[in-house]
Structure formats: structure tokens, C-alpha cells
């Protein structure tokens, strides 16, 4: 069992900057890879930035890229997403999740548990 808590959600004027940050507990961090899902109003979970077991191998979704950072720090069973050039676009639910796998996912079905999920609302 793997528990995960997220935090860091708020809003934010578009083009600033928020770090989303998810603290796991039960299973051995450093053994599954991590990923971050949002889900915005009317539509359906999507992938957002995925992270290995050793952070060495990471991977974002195209809209993402050159604007957000996932990082790991396993010391203390945590993920980071920071998102800088925040677009109203980005507005959503974030979610992590812990991957059933040491390596990274684009995928839903390779992902075990979830968070509860932080509010990320970009606008002015």
C-alpha cells in the first residue's frame, strides 16, 4: 500500500509560477516510478509529467514541455511538479499517482495509487 498527499495547489496569475509537491508513504519510495495526472472541468484525467525511480528518466506531456519540472527527492518520499509560465489552460485538478513499475508512464493503467488531488486555478 502506498499513500499519497498532495500539496501546494492555489491560484496563480497566468505566466507565475506554483510548485505542487506529493509526500508518499508505506512502500519503499525509491522502488516505483511517479507521475503527475490533472484533470480539468468537463474532461477526462490526463497525463501530465511522469518521473523513474531514480529520477533519471523523466517525461511530459508536448503542452508541458519547457514549462514544467518534475523532480523526485527520495530521502524524503517526495515528488515536485514546478510549473512557471503558468497558462489558464493549466487549470485542473493535480493528481499524483505511484506506478506499479520502477520505470516511467504516459499511462493510467501502469499506475497503482492516487492522490486526492490539488487545486491549481490560473487566472487573473
Known amino acids: 500500500q502506498v499513500q499519497l498527499v498532495e500539496s501546494g495547489g492555489g491560484l496563480v496569475q497566468p505566466r507565475g509560477s506554483l510548485r505542487v509537491s506529493c509526500a508518499a508513504s508505506?512502500?519503499?519510495?525509491?522502488?516505483?516510478?511517479m507521475g503527475w495526472f490533472r484533470q480539468a472541468p468537463g474532461k477526462e484525467r490526463a497525463f501530465v509529467a511522469a518521473i523513474s525511480w531514480s529520477g533519471r528518466s523523466t517525461y511530459y506531456t508536448d503542452s508541458v514541455k519547457g514549462r514544467f519540472t518534475i523532480s523526485r527527492d527520495n530521502a524524503k518520499n517526495t515528488v515536485y511538479l514546478q510549473m512557471n509560465s503558468l497558462k489558464p489552460e493549466d487549470t485542473a485538478v493535480y493528481y499524483c499517482?505511484?506506478?506499479?513499475?520502477?520505470?516511467?508512464?504516459?499511462?493510467?493503467?501502469?499506475?497503482?495509487?492516487w492522490g486526492q488531488g490539488t487545486q491549481v486555478t490560473v487566472s487573473s
Open positions: 499517482a505511484a506506478a506499479n513499475r520502477p520505470f516511467a508512464s504516459d499511462s493510467e493503467r501502469d499506475y497503482s495509487y
Open positions: 508505506g512502500r519503499t519510495f525509491s522502488d516505483y516510478a
